[in-house]
């Protein structure tokens, strides 16, 4: 720490990852549209007009810059300086490679590619690594993972980026619901955990409340003017994922693996249900459609606005699930099992909705 310069209030630095994120989006707008950078409309998109895809690069940039000042005025020493390197490297792959995606199309297998060395820098630059499952046997006995931790964590890891990635078809979505699984880990961390570890969740934080005044539809804007981008909900996702193995692994735990499943409730049953439906019907997996939970409101006629108010509710309700689990000390098998139960109660609801072209009494058109 440089003795000359004082302590910096972390709300000044969470002030700052909110403006610079705004900055940048500014900056990187015109320039999108002279790089091709734009999602444009076509079947399966609802949105109209090219709208920049620059949302997750300026967040990324917003979050160097706020890092970057706040290890000038002393933080992120030590290990957790370590751990920021391989998480800012990890991205930095992810960035990279949405942004490549936006602008020319990846190969489902490249992209693979890419999230498996960004997880391979997480277990190996950082430590973050699924060590053992808890205690998910009906004895409570703890379920060691030995020389499968790392190939789960990777397979696990892959997984959480894809699934945060399936989620951004609306305007806010994705941020709204990465802000409402972020605070249910920071929740969960300030009760149970290192509250030292809230640093990098609240900059995130800040640094997406940046991208969604551009990107949430609010009274005065009908339509996002920026987008997350495949380099933004891939790099979200990898935070997500990142974090809450993390609190699953420290000693003493902050949550239990089957209580952070619950915080990543949502996008994991969306996305199960979604591969699931795809190859009973002979289909890639990762072939893009719309047959995800917003496309599901949105063609019964709810509005953007109710459908992403519906999905954070969603996700919130699977936060609490797994906060009260742990303020509860409720065994892991029964969590396991009651995760397990909801995400059939889940499929069911919207295979049920698809097939009847009905939801909530209104037609899905």
């Known amino acids: 720490m440089h003795p000359e310069i004082p302590t910096l209030n972390p709300w000044w630095l969470y002030l700052l990852g909110f403006v610079t994120t705004i900055v940048f989006i500014v900056a990187l707008r015109p320039v999108s549209f ?14 109209e007009g090219s ?4 949302g997750g690069i300026a967040i990324y940039l917003a979050m160097l810059v706020t890092f970057g000042v706040e290890s000038y005025f002393g933080g992120f020493g030590g290990a957790s300086g370590v751990v920021l390197v391989a998480f800012l490297i990890a991205s930095l792959l992810l960035v990279v490679t949405g942004s490549l995606d936006d602008r020319f199309g990846l190969s489902p297998g490249l992209r693979i590619l890419i999230e498996i060395a960004a997880a391979l820098v997480m277990i190996y630059g950082a430590g973050v690594v699924l060590r053992d499952l808890g205690g998910l046997l009906p004895s409570g006995a703890i379920v060691y993972l030995g020389i499968f931790a790392v190939p789960l964590t990777v397979f696990v890891t892959v997984g959480g980026v894809n699934a945060i990635n399936m989620s ?3 305007d806010g979505l994705s941020g709204n619901l990465a802000l409402v699984m972020l605070v249910g880990i920071g929740i969960a961390n300030a009760l149970w955990g290192d509250p030292s570890h809230l640093q990098i969740l609240n ?3 800040a640094c997406i409340l940046g991208f969604l005044t551009f990107n949430q539809r609010v009274f005065w804007r009908s339509k996002a003017s920026v987008f997350l981008g495949d380099a933004g909900s891939m790099m979200l996702g990898l935070a997500l994922i990142w974090t809450v193995i993390d609190i699953t692994q420290v000693r003493p735990r902050v949550l239990t693996p089957a209580m952070g499943l619950w915080i990543l409730a949502l996008p994991v049953f969306d996305t199960v249900t979604i591969m699931l439906r795809r190859l009973l019907k002979g289909h890639s997996p990762f072939m893009a459609d719309t047959q995800h939970l917003h496309h599901l409101l949105v063609r019964s006629g709810i509005s953007v606005s109710i459908a992403i108010l519906i999905m954070c509710a969603v996700a919130a309700a699977g936060c609490l699930a797994g906060l009260l689990f742990r303020y509860y000390m409720v065994s892991d098998f029964i969590v396991a099992g009651a995760f397990f139960f909801t995400g ?4 069911g609801f919207v295979s049920s909705a698809w097939n009847t072209r009905r939801l909530f009494g209104r037609e899905v058109v």
Do not use: C, F, Q, W
């Open 203 to 205: 900059v995130l934080s």
């Open 168 to 170: 951004d078809g609306l």
């Open 344 to 347: 059939l109660l889940y499929m």
């Open 34 to 47: 002279a790089l091709g950078l734009t999602d444009k409309p076509e079947n399966r998109k609802l949105h």
């Open 51 to 54: 709208i920049p895809l620059v």
